[in-house]
């Protein structure tokens, strides 16, 4: 029987509508009433592209098969982030999902630093490297949906995945979905949102109104008018232009990775689903104009597709403003995706905070309006700490770079744009590898494990005593034992384009 107290409306769609209204939909099945109010006139962002590992998890609690969303979303395996041409021009290195090898029992990084001339950090440490560098799949057809060989997540068609699970959750979770522009915002005598008016006359009452409608923030940022705190100091990119980018023939490969390749003025993104590729430039509009950009990103094109293909290609500009919110849930209002900030999507955080903002609600889900105000207090503090480790760690990719062939690069070195807090880790990774105790909080969205794929593979160096190196010969094992492992599963593992292809004959095997 459903709780009239725990009546939930959403405002906005897209996948931080739906992947909120799902979440908490599966978890409280009969028990709330969750309504989705989606404008008709909106269309989906759609630079979203790529996942971290948790969706797996997330899609499974919502009960969607891993064969469906494959077919229906134009998914492929994404299992880490390759960047090239960040530390300088010709260099590259890999961020991938599975942890080092032993990482629970042994920190390996001081005993590969002595050595890091023979092999790349990643290369050595775990298997993933060298499996996205073959254009491999992280798993067999045999492989039970959400299972795994190495960790992975996912590329995925934005405006497809936002159907899907517009679709799942109507058919298969009771959502209400409502079609219509907000007209008007209510509030009762104490300063909570009681209910609005729709511009088809209807009215929509709720306990807890989740805003989900992107930079308008049109329930937090407008009607509550809770400031937005501009981050531009340290990331200043403010400015991308999305690019889709077909495969010149149907067996091209498809990369196991997001490919991410430093320019003059930003960074390209590259993202391989089995129909097309998903690019684009982020840059800062203090280091290029327009045109300047448009034609970085235009070169990159061309050298990828035929000059057919090239003359039909339509570019879409896209602003962002590096930043959040003070408050991210404000009396029995709470922002989800875009309208609680948004940052450039380097290393894809955008869509693993939507997971975790939804999980939180869910989980925290307040059955009192005293409770509430417990709960968004509890909210904003974890997600303000997210929000700065976010900051951190994306800072972290720009402030290692040696790259001195445009003031893009030096400025992003300039110690003023640094925030303290990196500035802090960076003096301790000076003389100690980043290992479990650099994780303060629970549910980090970037474990120590992604500093030290960042700072290894950047060259950063961390002096090391060999001398003080107590469990040399357990290290060399675990190095040796991934290196074969590497090669089991290099033999063992089909290719991106393979695997997909089999999915789409016969599917997964159920859980």
């Known amino acids: 029987m459903v709780n009239e107290s725990n009546s939930i409306v959403i405002v906005g769609g897209g996948t931080a509508g739906w992947i909120t209204a799902g979440v908490i939909a599966a978890q409280h099945k009969g028990q709330v009433s969750v309504t989705l109010v989606e404008s008709p006139d909106i269309p989906t962002i759609g630079v979203g592209e790529g996942t971290w590992p948790t969706m797996r998890k997330t899609l499974e609690q919502m009960g969607i098969s891993e064969t469906t969303f494959v077919r229906q979303c134009d998914a492929s395996f994404k299992q880490g982030s390759l960047f090239k041409d960040w530390h300088s021009i010709g260099h590259q290195y890999y961020h991938p ?27 050595a440490t775990s298997p993933q490297a060298a499996i996205c560098e073959q254009g491999l799949a992280p798993k067999q057809i045999g492989t039970k949906e959400y299972a795994f060989f190495n960790n992975y997540g996912y590329h995925l068609d934005a405006g497809k995945f936002s159907e899907l699970l517009k679709q799942h959750c109507v058919e298969s979770l009771a959502v209400k979905h409502v079609l219509a522009n907000v007209a008007t915002i209510t509030n009762d005598a104490s300063g909570d949102i009681d209910h609005l008016v729709l511009d088809s006359g209807e009215t929509i009452s709720g306990k807890l109104f989740v805003d989900c409608t992107g930079q308008h923030s049109l329930l937090l940022g407008k009607h509550y008018n809770v400031s937005y705190l501009d981050q531009s100091k340290y990331l200043f990119n403010d400015t991308a232009i999305a690019l889709q980018l077909p495969y010149k023939t149907e067996q091209e490969n498809i990369a196991s990775a997001t490919i991410s390749t430093g320019q003059s003025c930003g960074w390209i993104w590259d993202i391989g689903l089995p ?12 280091h290029a104009d327009e045109q300047t950009a448009m034609d970085v990103l235009m070169a990159y094109a061309k050298e990828r597709v035929t000059e057919q293909q090239f003359s039909q290609l339509s570019p879409r500009k896209i602003s962002i403003a590096p930043g959040y919110r003070k408050e991210f849930w404000h009396r029995n209002c709470v922002a989800v995706g875009m309208s609680a900030g948004f940052i450039e999507p380097l290393e894809a955080s955008a869509l693993a905070l939507v997971e975790l903002s939804a999980k939180m609600i869910s989980e925290q889900l307040p059955k009192t309006r005293e409770a509430m105000t417990i709960v968004a207090n509890r909210f904003n503090k974890k997600f303000e ?29 300039d110690p003023a744009g640094i925030p ?62 991934n290196l074969q492992r590497t090669r089991q599963m290099m033999a063992a593992l089909p290719t991106n384009r393979e695997l997909l292809q089999q999915v789409k004959a016969q599917g997964f095997a159920k859980i």
Do not use: C
């Open 97 to 123: 999902f599975t942890l080092p090898t032993g990482y629970q029992e042994i920190n390996l990084a001081p005993y590969w630093l002595p050595h890091k001339q023979r092999m790349p950090f990643a290369f």
């Open 275 to 286: 129909t097309r590729r998903g690019t684009g430039l982020v840059y800062s509009s203090a």
């Open 385 to 413: 700490q997210r929000w700065q480790q976010i900051i951190d760690f994306l800072k972290l990719h720009y402030v290692l770079s040696e790259r001195d062939d445009s003031a893009y690069w030096r400025d992003h070195r």
């Open 420 to 481: 303290e807090s990196l500035q802090e880790q960076l003096i301790l990774w000076k003389t100690q590898s980043p290992y479990t105790y650099d994780s303060m909080y629970t549910e980090e969205l970037f474990p120590s494990a992604s500093n030290q794929y960042i700072l290894y593979g950047m060259d950063f160096t961390t002096d090391i005593d060999p001398t003080s190196l107590a469990n040399v010969e357990r290290a060399d094992r675990l190095i040796n034992e």
